[in-house]
């Protein structure tokens, strides 16, 4: 299984889509801050909220954790590369943890820059509070809290966006064409 697992993760370094998923992640996990700043330090009008929800992580990591399950399950069904795996005797519920490790594993790549953004804008206390109750990362700066906290609380939302996410990999296996 070890093997399936390499051969999916090497299969998922050379998609093009996962690259463009990682760019587009990082843009907006920037733009987000950069908006959160500016709203915060009174640069730009809090009207713009909206549009930054739109490139906020609670929006963001949803799209592009699906687009991942199509990219990594749903082509496996279009080109049979699945049926290789069958073929080479691995079990059905392997190749359902294999699909599911990789899958954790880049949707992590691609929750990267919104994690490292919130602990850069922790440490440094940057002031990304916009002054509205928010989702997501951006809710850890409207509380009070040390900054231990906030950054055991950052960790503690990956790892829910990454349970919350691990929906979309049922779908894909039973929605499949």
């Keep these: 299984m070890y093997n ?4 999916n993760v090497y299969k998922g370094f050379k998609s093009r889509t996962i690259r463009l998923l990682f760019v587009v992640s990082v ?3 920037t733009l987000t801050m950069f908006m959160a700043n500016k ?3 009174g640069n730009i009008d809090a009207s713009v909220t909206n549009i930054m929800f739109l490139f906020s992580d609670a929006s963001m990591l949803a799209l592009l954790g699906a687009i991942l399950a199509t990219t990594l399950i749903g082509a496996e069904f279009e080109t ?3 049926h290789h795996a069958i073929v080479a005797r691995f079990s059905r519920l392997q190749i359902v ?4 490790i990789t899958y954790w594993l880049f949707f992590i790549i691609l929750m990267s820059p919104y994690i490292v ?3 850069i804008a922790v440490l440094f206390d940057w002031s990304v509070n916009i002054g509205i109750p928010t989702l997501g990362f951006l809710h850890l700066f409207g509380q009070e809290e040390t900054t231990a906290t906030k950054l055991t609380l ?3 939302l990956a790892l829910v966006y990454l349970a919350q996410l691990s929906f979309t990999i049922l779908l894909a296996f039973l929605f499949k064409r």
């Design 80 to 82: 049979k590369f699945l």
């Design 27 to 29: 843009v907006c996990a």
């Design 117 to 119: 953004l919130n602990i």
């Design 4 to 7: 399936f697992v390499i051969s």
């Design 97 to 100: 943890i294999g699909k599911t």
């Design 39 to 41: 709203i915060a330090t």
């Design 154 to 156: 950052i960790a503690v």
